[in-house]
């Protein structure tokens, strides 16, 4: 088929100078988040021939922060080996091969920012971190060295691959240093040019500085160098050439011999060429370099927007460069590149890959400078996942990072051919749905509420609706229009309209023609339709059925409403799920069997998965609605909620689940049978979408920033994990990071500064708080990083010794000694001077006047007699009024202008120096009490003290202040103080409003009861908010009186019961009883009443089932399901007598036959005395219909069915109704057949047909009875329960006797005991058992009693042709249609691989696809071990139903024991004792068998009988 599991993998990390790296061979490895990547590149893939050579192999999992470094070990013979640093403060060793880590450690103290294994040391890696600390750590030996060069960040370190104990060094801030390890980190060369980060630094691949001649000057002849390649015999100098990139835009060469730079290149300002890039993102610049080797006179670099650039060192003064992918528009990255890395594939092909922010891994070849492939990834939680329905094989995903993917899934030349949507979304993409006809038109929702629709054909923005939701968008669906969607006529309608449900609760309704106009709530039409009062439930869920005729709506409390069109009425309520329902899916239309259709899966935050089965509710219209509480099927496993569902469109009932669990499960749902379980994934699954095309490959998203295509028939668990197992991939799944809150850097200067600066390479998912931007720091992050002040060195570090006195010029010990010294006499006595002067002096009012009256003694004259020119001149004069504005604080001698200006100028002082309350005072002394108003309103510094002044201003003043205040108070948060404030104007709806916008509902609520009407509605809406808060956030109880008091009983019963508690329900129950709720009432009591049965509590739940009238049916039925549970413990035939049950104590009788103590306990306890009542009691439980069982149907759920029956049964029989006792007695009988549990079968008849059925056949009367068929089949069950006793009675070694047969010992002659042995053939014979024994010589005679006789000859009501005939023709249509499924997925797959291998072909025949397809596992063939055509099974089929057709409906209605079954167990039986069964009814068994028992189990045994 050619079809293989992918991934599509987290994005690489940005801002690290080396997270990705590669080895010769093929094997490439990126660091996405906590974990690294493996891709085989190369013919090692093992990828079909034709598609991209490379493969996502696995993943190195065990940081628990993100990984900030990655290298392997390029030494031959360790290739396997690889190293990683992280956050989490650790450096770890790996084996890819086995994905282990082999060691690690944890030397670092701070963030780690670089590693490199040396290419010269096989054992050696060094590592930098953010303080400047370098570590060099030996493998083998265990050993590592520490080494402290600069107090500078270390953004990137290289080892020399020419000299062993050489490493470059790069800064945050420019600097380029080349140190020598084997000398204690000495610095040999500090190289000074670059202004700003060091991104990368390359070491040219050969030794010597021969290879460039970079000086004209210098170099006045230039040697030949052909084809950029340097000739071997070029001899070598001491010395090496280092290239650095660096965020000042400039990639500098340089020689170590010189220690100077001897070639600059400036990047070029390139015109940007079909880049999908969103112009409003700043990006910042990073410039990574790559030095083939082989190749010194060539350098790749990376540029501003995502180009490639090769550039030609051959001569220095012209600038001059290749671009990568010239040719080819839109094959380069649109965003900025991080890092380059070498690759050489197995069939020695030179390859170069790049990780950049658009979140692609490129792959170019460097003979071409093409890009070969591309490996898409996703920076954020895969929310979302649709199939195109029309474009079959396009893959949908909506992911946190802010954009939509299309993957073509079934390219046949690329297998990741994923085209990428951003325009318009800028949110998290939480929703997806394609319109289920219109070609490329994608419906999309996102977390901050919006609704759009792609045209995904065009390069247009959306189209985004005009509507937002105020929360999350949860699903989208596709629907036919209801009616009060648009006023236009008909023909204005389109024929399909999108359904949007939001976090909010509720679901609108956009029109696709005009998604500018408002969307309609969906909520008034379902109030006006169905007359609801009360309150809408709030919708988490939406989902249309095929036939767009049903809409399903999920709740919060776990309810789903069922709706019918076109006025969406109510005509269903499902009260199954007790949480939030997450998840609805209809099954499909197609496939053997259309009544499948009406299925209906459901998920919810409960790890339980409901499948109803909607049919009956569906055809048969109710006038009022109908309350489900049994579902058809029940998929129990998953330990985490359920966050998604879908059915197979390639089988019948086959379901697929996602789970928080960490795993998706498929299921088998009519059998309720999990098939296999997939477990590739590191967190909660969020999505789940089966391929339209392939029945094996399903395709699943996660928080784990991955998407997983893989095959069902690959995964080795066939259920959810459990126990210990589910702890491991818990464990497994918390080991992913978490979002942490971003802290900014203090500037401390004392002691060990624990790291708080946010990484360069900050996680994605801390980034999905924030938006899809990016999941780097941007760039404002990085430049408010650069203007913090450096800390001196050896402050920051852990380490004491760093700062050695050799360092610092002078002796410490006299440091250390001085500095006690200072602390003794200067900082001490500072301190109680100035807590003296606090206490006995208040600040001065007139500082600034004070202070210029206490100037020199010339000064004060001067002041002297400009104040008496001022007061005595009679005309003004100008130097006058200058003097007296420079020394203002004459005002206080002089007129009422100048001390006005005195005072605004010490107003300023206080001001200027933080003491605005002076200020007002001084304002207050002027009377300008207004000014001080407003300006302490302007500037925020109302006090209470000024708000208690301002009625002096007047009453619109005091009014406007207080308004003022209370806002300010809000900015303050102090919103209860504001509150009270607007209260004392007499604004209580302002106070009530502002309180309830804050979420101080409680004050809110005292208030407006304090002041406001009984009846004022503000009222009653504070309480529903408070209450739906309160609901969300888990407080029931609090949110139920919240309820009560807004007169909303039916809110407040409901949300107590949502707990699900026994104590919660029953307390919802009685106070539903008690405001008249009675239905509500009744559903809520029997519910605590089934929690009670499943803790065995039967005490209680008769309790509960008193709280209401309308359940004395169940109470009923409790009873009976009590005493048949004792029954069975005192027989000890259920799982053991539990100690923790409560009986009743109801009078025991045990002597008695089992009916007459049931309505003996009837009569006593619920006074059923007579047949009205009895009537009355039958009528309410006969509305009741459970599902039929099967083999999962759990036991506790089973017996409950059973007894709900038999409480028919015996409720009919009470009031003579023997046809419905038969029918009750017939359908518990069935239950427990169809189970497979024929003990309790068993019970059922001794306890109900203790005599057998002949009473019951005397109370029918006549043979032409209408429940004489069912009379018929329930006679027929209860033969055949005796028959496999009788059986069973004789199976042992010793055959004993019984009511059957009468067993007696004879003694036999040692003739006989020969004779006997030799009529044993040697297949049969035990070496052991043929020895003979001395107590061996007996030999047992078995002969029938009467009751025996009687038994087998009532046998022959098992052998009914009829019966038989229609058992027949039934399993002829079950092979037909098993056989028609296998051939239809046989097809499939034969398609698919044609198509994959050579390409669709539509010109193929259309009769081929009605070939016979031959399997060698499952296939139905002739005896001849020929295939069958599809005209024979079809002719089959049509045979099979004409003969069911000819059967009368009492047959088919009143299933019947398996004949052939029953033959098979008499012959054998008559096989072992001649003369137990006739030869009349051996000869009919034998009949029955050769005519109808042409399935193989059959013809086998009935081989094996007759010979």
Known sequence: MGQEPRTLPPSPNWYCSRCSDAVPGGLFGFAARTSVFLVRVGPGADVIPGTSPFRVIGELVGHTERVSGFTFCHHPGQYNLCATSSDDGTVKIWDVETKTVVTEHALHQHTISALHWSPLVKDLLVSGDEKGVVFCYWLNRNDSQHLFIEPRTIFCLTCSPHHEDLVAIGYKDGIVVIIDISKKGEVIHRLRGHDDEIHSIAWCPLPGEDCLFTNQEENSEELEIPNGKVIAQTPVKKGCYLATGSKDQTIRIWSCSRGRVVMTLKLPFLKRRGGSIDPTVKERLWLTLHWPKGQPTQLVSSCFGGELLLW???????????????????????????????????????????????????????????????????????????????????????AGDGMIRIWNTFSIKNNYDVKIFWQGVKSKVTALCWHPTKEGCLAFGTDDGKVGLYDTYSNKPPQISSTYHKKTVYSLA??????????????????????????????????????????????????????IKYKLPVHTEIS????????????????????????????????????????????????????LSYLMASGSNNAVIYVHNLQTVIESNPESPVTITEPYRTLSGHTAKITSLAWSPHHDGRLISASYDGTAQVWDTLQEEPLCNFRGHRGRLLCIAWSPLDPDCIYSGADDFCVYKWLTSMQEHSRPPQGKKSTELEKKRLSQPKPKPKKKKKPTLRGPVKQELCNGNEEESVKESSGPVENGVSDQETEEEAREPE????????????????????????????NKVTLLKKEAPKEKPEALIKKRKARSMLPLSTSLDHRSKEELHQDCLVLATAKHSREPKEDVSADLEERFHLGLF???????????????????????????????????LKGVLQTAAERGELTDHLVAMAPVAGYHVWVWAVEAFAKQLCFQDQYVKAASHLLSIHKVYDAVELLKANHFYREAIAIAKARLRPEDPIL???????????????????????????????????????????????????????????????????????????????????????????????????????????????KQLSEGKSSSSSYNAWPAGSERPFVERVTAVWKSAFSLDSPEQSQAAFQQLQDIKYPSATSNTPSKQLLLHICHDLTLAVLSQQVASWDAAVEGLLRAVIRSYNSGNFTIMQEVHS??????????????????????????????????????????????????????????????????????????????????????????????????????????????????????????????????????????????????????????????????????????????????????????????ITEANERIAKFPESTKTWPFPDVLECCLVLLHIGSQYSGFVTQEMQQQAQELLQKYGSTKVYKRHYQTLCT
């Open 1020 to 1130: 009653k809406d504070l309480y529903l908010s408070w209450g739906a808060i309160l609901e969300k956030d888990g407080h029931y109880a609090l949110a139920a009186k919240c309820y009560l008091g807004g007169t909303s009983a039916y809110d407040a019963a409901k949300v107590l019961a949502k707990k699900g508690d026994v104590a919660s329900l029953r307390t919802a129950a009685e106070l539903a009883s008690i405001v008249g709720e009675n239905e509500l009432s009744a559903t809520l009591a029997l519910r605590c009443a089934q929690e009670l049965l499943l803790a065995r509590n039967w005490v209680g739940a008769q309790e509960a089932l008193q709280l209401h009238e309308s359940l004395k049916g169940q109470r009923l039925v409790f009873c009976l399901l009590e005493l048949l549970s004792k029954h069975l413990e005192e």
């Open 1247 to 1436: 306890a109900f047909l203790p005599e057998g059925c002949d009473h019951l056949r005397d109370k029918l009367g006549g043979h032409q009875s209408p429940t004489t068929p069912a009379f018929k089949s329930l006679e027929a069950f209860f033969i055949y329960g005796r028959l496999y006793e009788f059986w069973w009675s004789l199976s042992g070694p010793c055959p004993k006797s019984s009511i059957w047969v009468r067993a007696a010992h004879r003694r036999t002659t040692s003739v006989e005991q020969s004779q006997q042995l030799d009529n044993v053939s040697p297949e049969e014979t035990d070496p052991k058992a043929s020895q003979p024994e001395p107590s061996r010589n007996l030999e047992l005679d078995v002969t029938l009693t009467e009751e025996g006789e009687q038994m087998l000859n009532a046998c022959k009501e098992l052998l009914s042709e009829k019966h038989a005939g229609f058992q027949n023709a039934q399993r002829t249509i079950a092979e037909v249609q098993d056989t028609l499924a296998e051939m239809i997925r046989q097809h499939q797959k034969s398609q698919l691989c044609k198509a994959t291998a050579n390409g669709p072909d539509k010109n193929e025949p259309e009769q081929k696809a009605e070939q016979s397809l031959s399997s060698p596992q499952n296939q139905c063939k002739e005896e001849k071990n020929e295939p069958v055509s599809l005209p024979e099974l079809t002719k089959r």
């Open 791 to 818: 800390l001196p060195c050896g402050v920051t570090s852990a380490e004491p010794v760093i700062c050695t006195p050799a360092s610092l010029g002078f002796d410490k010990s006299k440091v250390t000694i001085n």
């Open 478 to 531: 596709w629907g036919p229009p209801v009616p009060s969607m648009a006023p236009g006529g008909e023909g204005d309608r389109p024929s399909l309209t999108l359904y949007s449900c939001g976090g909010e609760g509720i679901v609108l309704q956009h029109n696709p023609w005009k998604l500018s106009g408002e969307a309609f709530d969906i909520n008034k039409l379902i109030r006006d339709t169905n007359s």
């Open 544 to 595: 249309w059925k095929a036939d767009g005729k049903i809409m399903a709506l999920g709740n919060e409390d776990g309810s789903i409403e069922i709706f019918k069109v076109p006025n969406l009425k109510l005509i269903c309520t499902i009260q199954q799920h007790h949480k939030l329902v997450n998840t609805i899916s209809w099954h499909h239309e197609y496939g053997s069997q259309p009544e």
């Open 894 to 928: 002089t007129d009422r202008a100048t001390l006005y200006r005195m005072i605004e100028v010490e107003g300023k002082g206080h001001l200027e120096n933080g003491h605005p309350e002076l200020f007002h005072q001084l304002m207050l002394w002027k009377g300008d």
């Open 312 to 398: 030609d060192l051959t001569q220095s003064w012209r600038r001059k460069y290749t671009l990568f992918s010239a040719s080819s528009e839109g094959q380069n990255h649109s965003r900025i590149v991080f890092n380059l890395c070498p690759l050489q594939t197995e069939d020695d092909k030179q390859l170069l890959l790049s990780t950049s922010m658009d979140r692609d891994v490129k792959c170019w070849d460097m003979a071409t400078l093409e890009c070969c492939w591309t490996l898409p990834s996703l920076g954020g939680f895969a929310y979302s996942l649709a199939f195109s329905p029309v474009d079959t094989g396009c893959l949908a995903i909506g």
